[in-house]
């Protein structure tokens, strides 16, 4: 039987920091009808019959607003992930988030460029709003929280895709954010939930090679949940 799933444009979750948001452009988010709805998730993963769209769906809603609040001057600036500028960055966004739509769709994540490079500059804004809609059409089916999905990195069930994504998409945003002098809303709760998943899915020891991220940076015990969350990445907050 399928379930039913309503998908609902909301304003977008209040943070419980209390750093300004760029913008109170509303977002989009997946509302299923069971907010119960069962997933198969493998470890390392979040935690068993967690549902992890509408996480994804704030992710999406704040890179958005973020790219969007981006100006042409700011193009060529460099960003905290070395290689790229603003300029490549806003074009990879936009392809991370078309890619999101065809793996949850259950197709071949590498049939979808990694960069939107037929995009002129200052055009990733207009293509974002398209990419979010068609994310959370496929996503709204809370079946995909337990089908297996072909991610990058190999296969894993849908409600592991999820998490994978709102970490990719929130340590971009930062990026982006921390490069355009933005002052992002962002979940603190969210940002718990995503660190306790990173923690387990990324380990410190190893990195390079098979995990492209850089060493765990030491912050303090009492620092933000984003600061946690980008020094885990291997980001200097």
């Not at 070395?82 to 806003?90: I, Q």
């Not at 890619?99 to 960069?115: H, Q, T």
Request: aromatic share 6%; charged share 20%; proline share 11%.
């Amino acid at each position: 039987m399928t379930e039913t799933t309503q998908f609902t444009a909301t304003p977008s979750t209040p943070s419980t920091s209390s750093t300004p948001s760029t913008s109170s452009t509303p977002s989009t988010s997946f509302t299923p009808a069971n907010p119960s709805a069962p997933s198969t998730p493998a470890a390392p993963s979040p935690s068993p019959g967690a549902d992890t769209r509408p996480d994804l769906a704030a992710a999406i809603a704040l890179a958005g607003r973020t790219l969007a609040a981006v100006r042409p001057d700011q193009y060529d600036a460099p960003t905290p992930c070395e290689e790229f500028d603003v300029r490549r960055l806003s074009s990879h966004l936009v392809g991370v988030l078309r890619r999101i739509a065809v793996i949850g769709r259950g197709e071949d994540p590498f049939s979808v460029p990694s960069f939107a490079d037929e995009l002129a500059d200052g055009a990733w804004a207009a293509a974002w709003e398209p990419a979010a809609r068609e994310a959370a059409r496929v996503w709204a089916d809370p079946g995909v929280l337990g089908r297996e999905l072909r991610l990058p990195m190999g296969v894993k069930p849908g409600a592991v895709a999820a998490a994978v994504y709102t970490n990719e998409l929130t340590l971009h945003t930062w990026d982006l954010a921390t490069a355009t002098g933005q002052r992002p809303d962002w979940d603190t709760e969210l940002l718990e939930r995503l660190l306790v998943v990173v923690r387990r899915a990324l380990p410190a020891e190893a990195r390079g090679g098979r995990i492209p991220y850089g060493e765990v940076v030491p912050v303090a015990a009492d620092a933000s949940a984003l600061d946690r969350l980008v020094a885990w990445s291997g980001r200097r907050p």
